[in-house]
């Protein structure tokens, strides 16, 4: 975060030492032979060649008993110790191991008997489980198939093909873009996992979307170029409308004073761009030229409603106070449990349960030597005031040692490196309590330069991110019920829709609290020990991301219901209709999505398996609960009022004005109706 205090204070620490600020240290266990004690002249000396070893060979910054006599390096069992390795800061995943080449330095340089063992979030992230996942293009074609799988259930015939070759064309598309993008800004890794998955489950709903009006026109009896027509003017409007809303949901993150927050809005923008460009040119060309011959064998018609979405959409309607409660009170919830959340990073304890690194925490935790160890501060301070600030900073409660490592690992161009180690790890919002106190004091030190490490860096990140939040929600919500006015011609269904998009990803984030911080579900499923919190981009990603994908299932229902009202149907029957005609299509769009987020979690690193989840958990929540339950009871329960759209507004919005029509009961009863 550019200009942060913490930002500022790691890119100083960098630029003068090229290792630590914000990356996290290599905590390296040392258990010296029998009859060596670690505090003795002996121990001692052997520490510091060895460290040296590491200093020199492979130009580290290291901190340890031996160039610092601070005693918190030492176990209580006499025999061992521990030091701080500052790697380089690569900004990866999942970084490299550094812990053979630390091993194969130290080693020669210790008493026969000597065991060396290296720890640290970074091995942990290594150790606990596969870096690299199944790689992108496995995960595209292990999505695509199951896509097409639930695309064959859909339409039964060969048509399934179509959506997939969207897909196959718009993720080439929106890579290129990407490429381009890289050209003129970093973009963060993430991006990349987003494109192909995120892309493949859009392409494929829009396209989905398209194909199955087109094929409904022509059950209808229309001649092919007419369906094409018809499908351009319904379902292509609705495509647009989806697009623009999920592009506005991520654009939204450019307000946020955050570089490779920035780069996932606009790279993520790519993604229902070059969607709805390939279902607006490719798909009407294809189904224009092609189509009838490709819709064989025609197992599925679409010339009907569905009978078992009609019934459940008439269900709904008749016991619409019921549906619009039970629903609502899940929502909140869920919410509820979201308050209970805690923002940081993944805690050691979640990212290994096995492996050298995992062992050698073990040891480190039973020789009584503080786990604050993986997570340590750098205070940068002019050299004449270091040790006056080391001995003020030891004091603050939660603070188990303060030193300054002597000789060049700590003292550079007239400033020195205070090294804190807190009591515990500061990796969430509620343990970094003692950051702040920290910071606070430094302030009013003399000749501290700044603060760096992982703790002050989530600070600033949650100053300068969710401090924005306001803003950021309120241009989203804004842009986003205007879009939806003009799409809907109404004032309420525009403001129902942004409401109740805000509700499910509110409960989505419950959802993630109790899967990952809590641990109902991560160890059964990814043999990953619950967080105890949720890592500090990730929710704003995914309300950012979810957001607009699910409003485009509200777009698809509501632009159905809309028209079969616009027809002279009344509220509760266009509903039913409505329901009855998009029920399946938004089912089967919302399982393809979570498939595409299913392979995502298949990638590297808990962040990112975090996220896929959330996403996932998200749309599943929302097509079941939130699209087949809340919409149609409310829509309901609204009644006329849904169809309003006063002459002003409609003349500012360039769109014909909205009054609801007479209703009359509908000749038939749903169900009969509803056959096929």
Known sequence: IPGAPGYQANQAILARYGNGGPGYPEVVLVRLPPGVSPSGPAGRAALGRAFTAVARE????????ASTGDRAFLGDDGHTSYGLVFTPYTGELSPPSLGPEITAAMRPRLPDGSQVAVTGLNELVNGGQAKEGFGILAEILLAGTAALAVLFFVFGSALALLPVLMAAVTLPASFLALYGLTELTPVSVVVQYLTALIGLGVAIDYSLLFVTRWREERDHGRENHDAVVVAMQTAGHAVVFSGVTVAIGLLALIVLPVPFMRSMGIGGALIPVASVLVTLTLTPAILGGIGPRVDWPKIRHENRASRGWSRWAAGVVKHRWLAAISGLAVLFALIGVFFTAKIGVASSDSLAHNGKAYDTLQVLKRGGMPTGALTPMEVLVSTDQARAAADRLRQINGIEAAFVPSGPAGNRDGQSIVVLVPEKETVNSKSVAVVKQVKRVANHLPGVVGVAGLGPAQIDFMRAVYGNFPLMLTIIALLTYVLLMRAFRSTLLPLKAVILNI??????????????????????????????????????????????????????????IREEYDGARSTNAAVIEGMGRTGRLVTSAALILFLAFAALASGPGTD?????????????????????????????????????????????????????????????????????
């Open 58 to 65: 492979l130009g580290l910054r290291v901190a340890d008993y």
């Open 503 to 560: 509700l499910s990803v509110g409960a989505t984030l419950g959802l993630m609290v109790l899967f990952w911080q809590y641990g109902f579900g991560s160890q059964a499923i990814f043999g990953i020990h619950s967080t105890g919190a949720i890592t500090f981009w990730i929710p704003l990603m995914v309300f950012a991301f979810l957001y607009g994908l699910s409003m485009d299932y509200e777009v698809f229902i509501l632009s159905r």
């Open 608 to 676: 990112l398996k975090t996220l896929a989840t959330g996403l996932g958990f998200g749309i599943l929540l929302d097509a079941i609960l939130v699209r087949s339950l809340l919409v149609p009871s409310l829509v309901s329960l609204f009644g006329r009022w849904n169809w309003y759209l006063p002459s002003r507004v409609a003349r500012v919005l360039r769109v014909q004005p909205s009054h609801p029509h007479p209703e009359r009961p509908e000749p038939r009863e749903p169900e009969r109706a509803a056959v096929g």
